[in-house]
């Protein structure tokens, strides 16, 4: 069955960093374009950062000069470096990306389950 699988959120004080992973499980036969989102409590889910299988990415103007995104194609993982947090970057982010999921080349949006960042004054 073919999944997203995060992991590397956690608790961290302001200031600090966290990098976060995503990689897919399962048979997949291409990846597109991935990406994160997140959302905080009573808020909307929000684009974070995306990223094309040639590397063009687009961030949201919150977290430019703080978060970058970047993939692996080979392992099918996207990543999420996050510096300078914030306590307002505190959510839980997703994971997306567009596989492809069978040998005739269609695909499907997929998301990951959701990792926690906590960001402390």
């Known amino acids: 069955q073919v999944q997203l699988v995060e992991s590397g959120g956690g608790l961290v004080q302001a200031g600090g960093s966290l990098k976060l992973s995503c990689g897919t499980s399962?048979?997949?036969?291409?990846?597109?374009?991935m990406g994160w989102y997140r959302q905080a409590p009573g808020k909307q889910r929000e684009l974070v950062a995306l990223?094309?299988?040639?590397?063009?990415?687009n961030s949201a103007d919150s977290v430019k000069g703080r978060f970058t995104i970047s993939r692996d194609n080979a392992k099918n993982t996207v990543y999420l470096q996050m510096d300078s947090l914030k306590p307002e970057d505190t959510g839980v982010y997703y994971c997306?990306?567009?596989?492809?999921?069978?040998?005739?080349?269609?695909?499907?949006?997929?998301w990951g389950q959701g990792t926690q960042v906590t960001v402390s004054s």
């Open positions: 997306h990306a567009y596989l492809i999921t069978d040998r005739w080349k269609h695909g499907d949006d997929y």
């Open positions: 990223i094309l299988s040639d590397g063009t990415t």
């Open positions: 399962g048979s997949v036969f291409g990846v597109g374009r």
